[in-house]
C-alpha cells in the first residue's frame, strides 16, 4: 500500500530545517511531495519558480520525494491527490498557536485529513527561512543553515 503525505509551505527558501523534516517524513511515508504555496500573511523574497528549483535540487538524491506547488486551499490539494497526510514540522512554542489554528481549520474542511507534526533536530530548532534571509543580507555565513544551491542563490539576489 503507498501512503503519500504532503508537506506543504512557503519555503522561501528551504533551509536545513525543512530537509530535515522531508528526509524524516521520507523515511515514514512512501512518497512525501513538497508543496509550494501560497501563505497570505507572507510576501515570498523569491519566485515561486526560484523556490521549487532550489527545492528540487536539494532534494534530487532522495527517490520518494516529489516536488509541487498550488495556489488555493491546501485541503483543495490534499484532496485531489487522494491522499490524507499533511506533515508540518515543529520548532519552539512560538509555532504551536498557528499551527493548532491551521490544523483544525483544514480538519474541518476535510475530516479525513491527519496533520502529523515532526520535530527537527536540535541543531535546527531555530532556523527559518527569515533568519536566514536576515543573515544574507548581513552577508553573514549561511553554509550551516542551508543547502549550497540556496546558499548561492541568496548571494545572488541581495548582490543583484
Ligand atoms: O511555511 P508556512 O508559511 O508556515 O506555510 C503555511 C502554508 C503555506 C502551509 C499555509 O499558509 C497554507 O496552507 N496556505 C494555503 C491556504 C490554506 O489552505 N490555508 C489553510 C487554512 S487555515
Sequence with gaps: MTLKAIYPGTFD???YGHL???KRAAKIFSEVT???MNNPRKKPFFTLN???EMIKEATKDVENIKVDSHSGLLVQYVKEHSAKVV???LRALEDFEYEFE???ANREMYPE???IYLMTDLKYL???SSMVKEIAQFKGELNKWVPPIVEKRLIEKFQG
Design 126 to 128: 531555530f532556523v527559518s
Design 50 to 52: 526560484e523556490r521549487l
Design 113 to 115: 485529513l491527519e496533520t
Design 102 to 104: 491551521m490544523a483544525l
Design 87 to 89: 506533515i508540518r514540522g
Design 13 to 15: 527558501p528551504i533551509t
Design 20 to 22: 530535515d523534516i522531508v
Design 34 to 36: 513538497v508543496v509550494v
